[in-house]
C-alpha cells in the first residue's frame, strides 16, 4: 500500500488541529488542466477533458460520500464556515472556490478535494504513482508528481480517481477515511501503523462499495475465499499478525469482504464500529486483541463451511 494512504487516516486529527488555529489561501492559476466544482466536502476537480453537468457530479458525490457514513449508522461531517484553509481558482464559472476544515463529532480534518482524471495513464503520469486511484493526506508524499497537482491538493485530504471509476473508488476512499476518523475520536488510542489489518479494511470497503453502488460480488468472493483457504493457512503464530494475509489485492477484497460478512452476521450493522474498538483492547496503539481475532478467524472459517482452526 502506498505510504501516503497508509498514514493519511493517522495525521486526520493533528492536521486538523493545525488548520483549527491557521487560515492557508492558496491559489492557483488560471491556465492549470482542470476545472473545479464545489461540493459539500470541498472541491471536485475534473481533469479536462471536464464533465459537462458539475452540478450534477457534485449532488452525485455528495450524495455517495453521505451515503458512507449513514450506512454505518454515523452522521455526516460539515464544513466549518469560519475556518477556510484554502482559496482555489478554476471553479467552472471563472471564479474561485474556498475550501473549510469540517467537523465531526469532536474531530476537525481537512476539507477533501477529489481529483477526477480522464483514465489510468494521465492519472499515474500526473501523481507519479504506480496507482491511478489512491488517497493522501500529504501532497509532499507525491514526490514526483506535476506541480499543479502538489498545489492543487496541497492543504486538503486527496482522493485521485479515474473517469470510468470515479464513483465507487470515491465510495472506497470515503469508506476507509470514515473508519479511521471513528477509530481515532473512539477508541482511545493511538491510530498507527498497528491499525486494523488491511483485511479488515478491505472488508469495509468492498462491503461498503457493494452496497452503495450496488456491485454484485458476495457469492464470488465466497467462492474466492473458499478456494484460498484450501491452499492456505491463515497466520496465527505471531503475537499481533493474524488476519495479515499474503495474497493478491482482488484475492484479500474478497477475503476481507467475507471477513467482515460474517462480524456483520455476529454483531449486526448498529454494534460493529463499537466492537472494533473493543477489539483493540483500549492500548497506547490499535493493536487488536490476539484472542479475539482467533475467536474470529473460528467463526468467520466455520460460516464457510471449514471446520476450527
Not at 472556490?97 to 463529532?105: E, H, N, P, R, T
Not at 492543487?152 to 470514515?178: F, H, K, N, P, Y
Not at 461498503?208 to 483457504?229: K, P
Request: negative net charge.
Amino acid at each position: 500500500m502506498k505510504r501516503g494512504r497508509t498514514i493519511w487516516l493517522a495525521a486526520i486529527v493533528l492536521v486538523g488541529a493545525a488548520i483549527a488555529v491557521s487560515v492557508l489561501l492558496v491559489t492557483r492559476s488560471s491556465d492549470e488542466p482542470y476545472v473545479l466544482a464545489a461540493w459539500d466536502y470541498g472541491g471536485i476537480a475534473w481533469v479536462e477533458p471536464a464533465a459537462m453537468s458539475f452540478e450534477e457530479v457534485a449532488g452525485t458525490a455528495t450524495e455517495l460520500a453521505d451515503g458512507v457514513f449513514e450506512l454505518w449508522g454515523l452522521a455526516t461531517p460539515n464544513a466549518i464556515e469560519d475556518v477556510r484553509i484554502a482559496r482555489k481558482a478554476g471553479l467552472h464559472d471563472g471564479g474561485s472556490l474556498d475550501l473549510y476544515a469540517l467537523g465531526w463529532m469532536e474531530a476537525v480534518t481537512p476539507p477533501v478535494i477529489v481529483v477526477v482524471f480522464p483514465d489510468r495513464e494521465s492519472s499515474m503520469a500526473a501523481s507519479g504513482s504506480e496507482s491511478a486511484s489512491f488517497a493522501t493526506t500529504y501532497a509532499a508524499d507525491l514526490v514526483s508528481a506535476a506541480p499543479w497537482l502538489t498545489e492543487l491538493i496541497g492543504a486538503s485530504v486527496a482522493i485521485l480517481c479515474t473517469a470510468d471509476r470515479w464513483q465507487e473508488q470515491l465510495v472506497s476512499e470515503m469508506a476507509e477515511w470514515m473508519v479511521g476518523l471513528w477509530m481515532s475520536e473512539q477508541c482511545r488510542c493511538t491510530f498507527g501503523e498497528a491499525r486494523l489489518p488491511e483485511l479488515v479494511v478491505k472488508g469495509f470497503v468492498a462491503h461498503t462499495a457493494g452496497s452503495l453502488i450496488g456491485r454484485e460480488g458476495s457469492a464470488e468472493a465466497v467462492t474466492i475465499t473458499r478456494a484460498w483457504m484450501e491452499e492456505n493457512e491463515i497466520p496465527v503464530q505471531n503475537e499481533g499478525r493474524e488476519l495479515v494475509l499474503n495474497a493478491e489485492p482482488d484475492v484479500l477484497s474478497a477475503l476481507g469482504q467475507t471477513f467482515v460478512a460474517y462480524l456483520l452476521e455476529d454483531r449486526g450493522t448498529d454494534e460493529l464500529l463499537d466492537v472494533l474498538c473493543a477489539w483493540q483492547g483500549f492500548t497506547m496503539y490499535c493493536a487488536p486483541s490476539r484472542a479475539q481475532t482467533l475467536r474470529w478467524i473460528d467463526g468467520w472459517r466455520t460460516s464457510l463451511g471449514f471446520e476450527d482452526g
